[in-house]
């Protein structure tokens, strides 16, 4: 009797450390930490080094995770790294600060992930901020649509392996056309959104403009929608895609329309 409670004392304490290590993204939890968060310590002013932190709170287990910052062209990283890897204990504060500075003006947005070493982009947080030569404005929302082409991530800070959008035909005035938008996840999983933007000059035939769903590693994901030109004109159409929590990748197009 003493060995089968030794013995269902270890398959307890074995069955609960699996179920720590190796719990899988569920669909009805929407982040890993119970709190994952991404703030800057002062206005990131042109030429100013700044903190940058990253903070996450996990959960009642312990867990070996990954934070990563994602720097676009308008910043550079002035001291730390952009990636820490390491263990964090049951309802620990984890915190990773970087150093970084300001080096264009624009519009640029910023970005980190949290997870577990397996899954490392479980969670994501994005700051977008307005850098000019004297001043310097953080939010936590999306920009606006004029402001879509000067937000676009270098090809090197891409979410998707590709992304990419195209109409199937020339859209003259009243004809109705198809608008594909491609994804293409690379080696993990993810809950992802693609969002269309039409100008005045277009409108929706068919289909939604917004797609949120799951792909699995390196899936590639078609979203289409039927379109026509209803205005004569040169008008800009524009996709995002990326994470559920933040618009990451953008594709657009200038489109002259006549009679």
Excluded at 47 to 76: H, K, M, Q
Excluded at 142 to 148: G, L
Aim: net charge negative; proline share 4%.
């Amino acid at each position: 009797m003493k060995y089968l409670r030794i013995f269902l004392i270890i398959l307890l304490f074995v069955s609960l450390f699996n179920g720590c290590i190796n719990q899988k993204k569920d669909s009805g939890v929407e982040t890993y930490f119970k709190s994952f968060a991404l703030k800057f310590e002062e206005l990131p002013l042109l030429n100013n080094p700044v903190n940058l932190v990253c903070t996450a709170i996990e959960r009642d287990f312990a867990s070996n995770i990954v934070i990563e910052v994602i720097l676009p062209e308008g910043f550079e990283l002035v001291d730390g790294t952009l990636t820490w890897e390491g263990h964090v204990d049951p309802n620990q504060t984890k915190t990773h600060t970087v150093t970084v500075k300001a080096v264009k003006t624009g519009q640029w947005t910023i970005s980190a992930w949290a997870g577990p070493d397996y899954y490392p982009h479980y969670d994501a947080e994005s700051l977008y901020v307005t850098v000019t030569e004297t001043s310097a404005h953080i939010s936590e929302e999306p920009f606006q649509m004029d402001s879509y082409s000067s937000c676009t991530n270098s090809g090197s800070l891409s979410y998707f392996k590709d992304f990419s959008i195209f109409l199937s035909d020339s859209p003259t005035l009243s004809r109705q056309t198809t608008l594909v938008c491609t994804a293409i996840e690379r080696d993990f999983a993810s809950n992802i959104v693609i969002e269309v933007i039409l100008p005045e000059g277009f409108e929706l035939v068919d289909g939604t403009l917004t797609w949120k769903g799951h792909v699995d590693p390196n899936q590639t994901k078609t979203h289409t929608v039927t379109v026509k030109a209803v205005k004569t004109g040169k008008w800009t159409i524009s996709a995002w895609a990326g994470p559920s929590q933040s618009r990451f990748d953008v594709e657009w197009g200038w489109i002259c329309t006549n009679e």
